[in-house]
């Protein structure tokens, strides 16, 4: 039999069954199969009835237990409050009693380092509580979720305020998960990072005209490719209507200098996320490039920007800490 007729006899079984498989409402619900049977053993969210031995099937009304349940965390709620508002509100004869014990037994089971193992994995500290409900989405891969999340977000906050207090610090939290679980979770990273960038661009107000000597030039260095940065800060700036230009990731030297020449910009904002590719000669090189007619030549003031210039400044080469301090910096340039 080929993978297409087992497919369909699969379902066909589901339907004789009268109920789902637990690989079949993960793929309803968008999330792993892991997760289905964790939250069954954990919380007590399992199927009401089993067929056949140990074959499980899960009807209307435990699938719509678990969307309860994906609904709850998705907001940002610890995964055993949100299984117990799941089970109430579907009303306590839904599980069998023993599955209810399992719910309601106390705390979530804890591992070594003191960290519950209900949450998200990430290590979120005092973060927002939006950061918890990013975080979770994210590592279901649940797309609906995030881009309402991230949207609910920047509405709420404004664009600075979610970028430094919501996002940034739940990418550094996946970031710090797949650095420390191998090659594990990089597919989170770059599903969230997706994701935040069209929540930047969707919330990127129309490109303001440019005005002579008041446009800002935004470039990774060259072999830098982390650009969502300064997707941040294009909206930003976009947003506080200064005329501003994206150049993106791993601009070459000789294209850097060719975009600064044509523009005439006042200000250059070069990213560089490590201190591999950050480099203090192209940035005064940049500095000192001149532009305009003669006997009014200007040089833009080029920011610095991002972890790895740490311990490369100079004098002329300011390096902004974060998002608000960045475009404060470019308006006080463009508009002084």
Same mark, same amino acid.
Request: glycine share 12%; charged share 20%.
């Given at each position: 039999? &080929? !993978?297409?007729? %087992? !497919?369909?006899?699969? +379902?066909?079984?589901?339907? #004789?069954?009268?109920?789902?498989?637990?690989? !079949?409402? %993960?793929?309803?619900?968008?999330?792993?199969?892991?997760?289905? #049977?964790s939250w069954d053993r954990r919380?007590?969210?399992g199927p009401t009835e089993h067929t056949g031995g140990r074959h499980r099937r899960w009807t209307a009304g435990d699938v719509a237990r678990l969307e309860r349940m994906c609904a709850l965390t998705a907001t940002g709620l610890p995964p055993a409050e949100a299984a117990r508002l799941a089970i109430g509100e579907a009303g306590? +004869? /839904?599980?069998?009693?023993?599955k209810r014990r399992t719910a309601t037994a106390g705390p979530p089971r804890r591992v070594a380092g003191g960290r519950s193992r209900a949450g998200s994995g990430l290590r979120l500290g005092d973060a927002r509580q939006e950061c918890r409900g990013v975080a979770r989405a994210a590592l279901r891969l649940d797309a609906a979720a995030? +881009?309402?999340l991230l949207e609910a977000a920047i509405a709420e906050h404004g664009l600075v305020a979610a970028w430094t207090e919501v996002i940034m610090p739940t990418l550094q939290a996946v970031g710090r998960k797949w650095e420390s679980s191998? !090659?594990?979770?990089?597919? /989170?990273?770059?599903?969230?990072?997706?994701?935040?960038?069209? %929540?930047? #661009?969707r919330h990127t107000p129309p490109v303001v005209a440019d005005l002579p000597g008041a446009t800002t030039v935004l470039a990774c260095v060259p072999a830098? &490719?982390?650009?969502?940065?300064?997707?941040?800060?294009? %909206?930003?700036?976009?947003?506080?209507?200064?005329?501003? #230009?994206?150049?993106?990731?791993?601009?070459?030297v000789e294209s850097l200098v060719a975009a600064v020449r044509r523009t005439g910009p006042a200000v250059v904002g070069l990213w560089a996320q490590s201190r591999a590719t950050a480099s203090r000669p192209l940035a005064q090189h940049v500095a000192a490039i001149e532009w305009g007619v003669r006997g009014a030549r200007r040089k833009p003031v080029v920011l610095t920007l991002g972890p790895g210039w740490a311990g490369q400044t100079a004098p002329g080469l300011p390096r902004p800490p974060g998002l608000a301090e960045a475009v404060a910096v470019v308006a006080s340039v463009v508009r002084g």
């Amino acid at each position: 039999m &080929n !993978e297409g007729s %087992a !497919e369909q006899a699969g +379902d066909k079984g589901v339907q #004789r069954g009268g109920g789902l498989t637990t690989g !079949e409402v %993960a793929r309803r619900l968008g999330v792993a199969p892991t997760t289905i #049977r964790s939250w069954d053993r954990r919380y007590g969210l399992g199927p009401t009835e089993h067929t056949g031995g140990r074959h499980r099937r899960w009807t209307a009304g435990d699938v719509a237990r678990l969307e309860r349940m994906c609904a709850l965390t998705a907001t940002g709620l610890p995964p055993a409050e949100a299984a117990r508002l799941a089970i109430g509100e579907a009303g306590a +004869d /839904v599980a069998p009693p023993s599955k209810r014990r399992t719910a309601t037994a106390g705390p979530p089971r804890r591992v070594a380092g003191g960290r519950s193992r209900a949450g998200s994995g990430l290590r979120l500290g005092d973060a927002r509580q939006e950061c918890r409900g990013v975080a979770r989405a994210a590592l279901r891969l649940d797309a609906a979720a995030l +881009d309402g999340l991230l949207e609910a977000a920047i509405a709420e906050h404004g664009l600075v305020a979610a970028w430094t207090e919501v996002i940034m610090p739940t990418l550094q939290a996946v970031g710090r998960k797949w650095e420390s679980s191998g !090659e594990r979770y990089i597919e /989170v990273e770059h599903f969230l990072s997706w994701h935040v960038s069209g %929540a930047l #661009r969707r919330h990127t107000p129309p490109v303001v005209a440019d005005l002579p000597g008041a446009t800002t030039v935004l470039a990774c260095v060259p072999a830098e &490719n982390h650009t969502l940065p300064l997707e941040a800060l294009t %909206a930003a700036l976009a947003e506080a209507g200064l005329p501003v #230009r994206m150049f993106g990731g791993a601009l070459p030297v000789e294209s850097l200098v060719a975009a600064v020449r044509r523009t005439g910009p006042a200000v250059v904002g070069l990213w560089a996320q490590s201190r591999a590719t950050a480099s203090r000669p192209l940035a005064q090189h940049v500095a000192a490039i001149e532009w305009g007619v003669r006997g009014a030549r200007r040089k833009p003031v080029v920011l610095t920007l991002g972890p790895g210039w740490a311990g490369q400044t100079a004098p002329g080469l300011p390096r902004p800490p974060g998002l608000a301090e960045a475009v404060a910096v470019v308006a006080s340039v463009v508009r002084g």
